[in-house]
């Protein structure tokens, strides 16, 4: 059991671009049209469990148990390279009553060191009606009051591995089929293969073109854990280089810290037969860690280009099969305020993490730290991701915030602008 942990862990060198909230809803609402879009999907087969999702700050978030505990609030992640399943705050081992764990250390992206953490084995974790029982948990070494995490943790290869796996984000619900006894139709969905050879992470081989001269073949992690749509490792060798225009920013934060990167789109990215242009991208420069062999993966694919198709993931025949939806011809805009990142806290309040040189925010005073409580008027609390991501990116509008700065409550009039 104790090779097995070690080789699990040495795998886990996972980035995990998480720019995580805590919802103060209700996590598992039933989802009253999820049974009959089943029988309307392009899998044939035996369905094992369906459960609904909710969209945290850009991610997929489920509610999970472990062992007898009260529901987690869990991001869904294909860029785990192992079957780990990860909890982000330490009071969770007392919480869920676990025993004989062992400290190690964890790498990922990031521009700190490596994290402590806590390894036990032998767990049973449960998402709805599924039970998977005998599964590796790590725990980070963080309490919830000084842990950058809003969210309790993430789970992904555990059931990716062991199941067919539909997700669609028009239904918001995610349905498991045992892959032994299901195909996939296609046409009408577009299966593209897809490759397991790096430590366990799923990529694939797409073409990019930054610049409207010429096309590159780069291979792309499948990265569910990153909420925006795109990024790239700056490499001179391969050609891929910064666009004219790029501002300077942060692509999210890892097991080890922030992200450094610049901002700048790409004219398109072909992924099999579909091609999306116009894409705002993040630039990973020469020397940021981004968890993985640079040499070998050229960036990442995100949720923000994931959330435009119905998505079957098929690790035992290493594919995955794209069907467009009613997202798919989605504008793509950049943040117009200069919240480079921003995320919900524990009680549903915006907090900006990332404000960016030069844009209505820093122009305005707003600083990192600062808490947005209300939007027009309206209780931040109010507002779900998808509505404060709209909001941000319509160029000429004029945006009320209440900014909460310790005991102080201050008022900011925005108008938003293209940075981009």
């Known amino acids: 059991m104790e090779t097995m942990e070690k080789s699990l862990l040495e795998t886990f060198l996972k980035f995990i671009f998480l720019a995580i909230l805590f919802l103060s809803i209700p996590l598992y609402i039933y989802c009253q049209d999820c049974s009959e879009q089943v029988s309307k999907q392009e899998i044939r087969g035996k369905m094992v469990a369906q459960f609904p999702f909710k969209i945290s700050s850009g991610l997929i978030l489920v509610a999970v148990r472990v062992n007898d505990s009260k529901e987690l609030a869990m991001h869904l992640d294909t860029g785990m390279s192992a079957p780990i399943v990860a909890l982000f705050h330490k009071e969770s081992i007392a919480e869920i009553g676990l025993q004989n764990t062992r400290q190690v250390l964890m790498g990922g992206a990031g521009s700190e060191g490596k994290k402590t953490a806590h390894l036990a084995g032998g767990v049973t974790v449960k ?4 039970v998977m029982p005998d599964q590796t948990l790590v725990i980070m070494d963080e309490t919830r009051n000084t842990s950058p995490w809003q969210v309790d943790g993430v789970i992904g290869r555990s059931i990716f591995d062991a199941y067919l796996t539909q997700i669609d984000y028009e239904t918001s619900a995610i349905t498991l089929y045992d892959p032994a006894s299901s195909k996939v139709e296609s046409p009408p969905a577009v299966a593209i293969p897809i490759s397991l050879d790096i430590s366990g992470i799923p990529t694939v081989e797409t073409q990019i073109n930054i610049n409207g001269k010429e096309d590159k073949t780069v291979k792309l992690v499948l990265d569910l854990g990153h909420r925006n749509a795109l990024f790239l490792n700056v490499n001179k060798t391969k050609g891929v280089l910064l666009p004219e225009k790029t501002i300077a920013g942060i692509a999210g934060k890892g097991i080890q810290g922030e992200i450094l990167s610049r901002w700048g789109r790409i004219r398109e990215i072909k992924l099999g037969s579909f091609t999306m242009r116009d894409i705002p991208t993040s630039f990973l420069e020469e020397g940021m860690n981004m968890g993985l062999n640079r040499e070998i993966v050229d960036g990442d694919i995100g949720q923000w280009l994931f959330r435009r198709f119905h998505v079957i993931l098929d690790y035992k025949n290493k594919q995955m ?32 993490l990332h404000v960016i040189e030069n844009s209505p925010a820093s122009e305005n005073g707003i600083r990192k730290g600062d808490k947005i409580v209300k939007i027009n008027g309206r209780d931040a609390r109010e507002y779900d991701f998808y509505q404060v991501y709209d909001l941000l990116r319509q160029s000429g509008k004029q945006i009320g915030l209440t900014i909460a700065r310790g005991q102080e409550q201050i008022e900011k009039t925005l108008i938003l602008r293209r940075l981009i």
């Open 321 to 352: 099969f794209l069907i467009p939806n009613k997202y798919f011809n989605q504008t793509n805009e950049f943040d117009m305020a200069g919240f480079g990142l921003l995320e919900q806290d524990r009680e549903g309040a915006f907090v900006v």
């Open 127 to 130: 998402i709805g009606d599924l």
